[in-house]
């Protein structure tokens, strides 16, 4: 296991949204090791994509301390943004671009050139299996290749840490699978990946730490062994979700 | 430098592919301003060539009645119709025709007038050499009717009772003078000359449009109104770069940007340069609409007068206003809806405030001073200043730093905005 060195220090962190009483997210501490697949999961408006927002740097954290690979989230964020991936729940990609466009802007703003950022983004419509439709625009896409191309957007320039908010959300089995197995791949040669889903099982199967939110709050962190021992070995992560956060609506 | 590259390329790209939004960025312009101009042009000529319509009765036929139907007849403002539907017509029809909109103005000039006027200044004079002090002079009306059509401008029925009093003067005045000359020769031993011919007119006076430099200009409504409806199409473009920006963060590809080496104030750049290349290019279609394409639809041709390169400064200030201030209805407004709204209206209003619509100086003095914040106001007089005045760069250059500054404040209101969004949203 390469989970010795910690990547992500978050202390005490919280986030007070304007005209709420409410933090949604009440002095989280966690560590993220690195080369880990760290889930972050809850249920709805548990405070996952407000973490996931203030560790990209989109938001300003009310309080509290990060530090991403030694960098100061508050003092180094232009350093910061050099070494992280995001893929984000929105299609975040021009509609009115072809894929190949879409991903030379994005590499390119990124710091890749000429026959590098070629060779990348050959290499990445390939694995996602987007190479005979690079230049078909975006807005004619279908879901599940969207999907895969959001997700290749935030790997292009091979980043250190790799931020995914609900990567397989809304797309056929067969999308999910490919980019299932890229994120393992990914992840095996070297990439530390954060990952939110509301698909247990596939948490489940990639994760290697699990931290659970809810109200702000961590209620629950370990790795999934951990986790069992904890709330009863026999039980499915989603029986263990539920027995933990209950089972009221959230929003 | 190349991240705001990327970004160029991106936004260049965003555009081009917009058919759509491209044909409101340069087909709705101009034709804004060639209808807008067209418009004017018509108004201006329908008060220049005889495009009012006006039908008389002169049933008086002496000096009065043919003076003035000769002075109106010449005058230019007016078509003079004598008849309707072929027939002199009568009193109740010249006034249904008038109530009906078909004239604008309806005149009947009562039959005797002239001969009622000589009688009565015949009369006085006889009087007033009796010598009796004591007899008032006898005053005997003359009544010419107009009927005015209620759609027209109040200046133009001034313009015209003027004008028959004007004329009715002349004749009253050369009646007094016929009449004191020959009243004048029963008293003396040696005729005297008729008096009229001391009635020369011996102030004249001259007209011309004043310019800086020996440059004669004559404006009219083209010179006047593409420089208006061009900044007021220019600042229209705060819609679409509004819209832009707001998409861009709804959809999360302005987030995506802002996770990597990328700061909001480069998105920024790269859209004020791709745009103020859009602006300029609208602003060249529109001045070689104005030179080349205005003849062609009977309009006056848009006379620069080897002026491109000082009117382009003032259209990159202007455009630099206008892209500032859709930054920052862009970065505050949440939704397409808040911003296309609020941008249109406040754009309207501001060119209202600033000239565009009605001129400045006939504004009610509160508005006059309140003109004086309106960056199109800026714009159109240094715009004017060029064009009509002949002003040299320099001259109107601080209008041009006045859009900048407003720019500037747009830019600056739009990142402490954004800066706010983040920390507290």
Redesign the interface.
């Known amino acids: 296991m390469k989970q010795e060195k910690s990547i992500i220090d978050i202390q005490d962190l919280t986030k007070y949204?304007?005209g709420y009483a409410k933090p949604a997210l009440d002095g989280v501490s966690l560590c993220v090791s690195e080369g880990m697949i760290f889930g972050l999961l809850g249920p709805n408006g548990a405070g996952k994509t407000t973490m996931i927002?203030i560790l990209?740097?989109?938001?300003?954290p009310t309080g509290g301390k990060v530090t991403i690979a030694g960098y100061s989230l508050k003092h180094d964020l232009?350093e910061i943004?050099?070494i992280?991936g995001?893929v984000?729940?929105?299609?975040?990609?021009?509609?009115?671009?072809t894929a190949r466009?879409n991903l030379?802007?994005?590499g390119?703003?990124?710091?890749l050139?000429g026959s590098v950022l070629k060779t990348r983004i050959d290499e990445l419509l390939h694995i996602f299996g987007l190479e005979k439709k690079q230049k078909m625009?975006i807005d004619r896409y279908s879901g599940g290749m969207k999907r895969r191309l959001n997700l290749i957007?935030?790997l292009l320039h091979k980043p250190q840490i790799l931020?995914l908010d609900e990567p397989t959300v809304g797309i056929d089995v067969q999308s999910k699978n490919v980019i299932i197995e890229n994120l393992m791949e990914i992840n095996l040669a070297g990439t530390t990946i954060v990952y939110t889903s509301h698909y247990l099982e596939e948490a489940e199967n990639l994760c290697s730490y699990i931290a659970i939110l809810d109200e702000g709050h961590v209620i629950a962190r370990g790795t999934l062994n951990e986790i069992r021992n904890e709330y009863g070995s026999a039980l499915k992560l989603e029986d263990i979700f539920l027995e933990i956060t209950g089972k009221n609506l959230r929003d | 430098m190349r991240t705001i590259l990327n970004l160029i390329y991106k936004d260049y790209l965003v555009i081009m592919r917009d058919r759509g939004g491209l044909a409101m960025l340069f087909i709705m312009p101009l034709a804004l301003v060639l209808i807008m101009t067209s418009l004017q042009d018509n108004t201006f000529r329908a008060i220049n060539e005889s495009g009012i319509n006006l039908v008389i009765r002169n049933d008086d036929a002496d000096s009065l009645g043919m003076a003035i139907e000769r002075e109106i007849y010449l005058s230019d403002f007016f078509t003079v119709h004598r008849f309707i539907d072929n027939k002199v017509p009568t009193e109740k029809e010249i006034r249904d025709a008038v109530a009906s909109g078909r004239y604008q103005f309806g005149m009947i000039i009562p039959e005797g007038s002239t001969r009622r006027i000589r009688e009565q200044v015949k009369n006085n004079v006889t009087l007033l050499f009796a010598g009796d002090s004591t007899v008032t002079p006898v005053s005997d009306s003359v009544l010419i009717r107009l009927y005015v059509d209620p759609a027209t401008k109040n200046s133009l029925r001034s313009s015209l009772q003027s004008s028959i009093r004007e004329y009715t003067t002349q004749v009253e005045s050369r009646i007094i003078l016929n009449e004191l000359t020959r009243e004048m020769n029963k008293h003396m031993m040696l005729p005297l000359a008729n008096l009229n011919r001391m009635k020369q007119e011996t102030v004249f006076y001259t007209e011309e449009y004043v310019a800086r430099g020996d440059k004669k200009v004559i404006p009219n409504s083209v010179q006047h109104n593409v420089p208006a409806w061009t900044l007021f199409a220019m600042f229209f473009i705060v819609i679409p770069f509004a819209s832009s920006m707001i998409k861009e963060r709804e959809d999360g590809s302005l987030s995506r940007l802002l996770t990597m080496p990328c700061s909001y104030t480069s998105v920024l750049i790269s859209k004020i340069l791709v745009y103020l290349v859009v602006c300029y290019l609208q602003f060249l279609s529109i001045m070689a609409m104005g030179i080349y394409l205005f003849p062609l639809f009977g309009l006056p041709a848009l006379i620069i007068g080897g002026r491109l390169a000082d009117l382009s400064v003032m259209a990159v200030m202007a455009s630099m206003a206008a892209i500032g201030y859709g930054i920052s209805v862009g970065t505050i407004a949440r939704t397409h809806q808040q911003a296309a709204i609020f941008a249109s209206i406040s754009v309207v209003i501001l060119a209202a405030m600033g000239g565009i619509w009605v001129p400045v100086f006939i504004m009610p003095p509160l508005f006059r001073q309140i003109s004086v914040i309106s960056p199109l106001n800026w714009g159109l007089n240094g715009f004017y200043d060029i064009l009509v005045r002949n002003a040299s760069l320099p001259e109107v250059l601080h209008y041009g730093i006045w859009m900048m500054l407003f720019s500037a404040g747009c830019l600056l209101t739009a990142l402490y905005y954004h800066k706010l969004r983040k920390e507290f949203n």
Do not use: D
């Open positions: 949204y304007r927002r990209c740097g989109l938001l300003a232009p943004r050099r992280i995001v984000p729940q929105e299609i975040a990609l021009y509609p009115s671009l466009e030379a802007v994005f390119g703003i990124c710091g050139r625009l957007a935030g931020f």
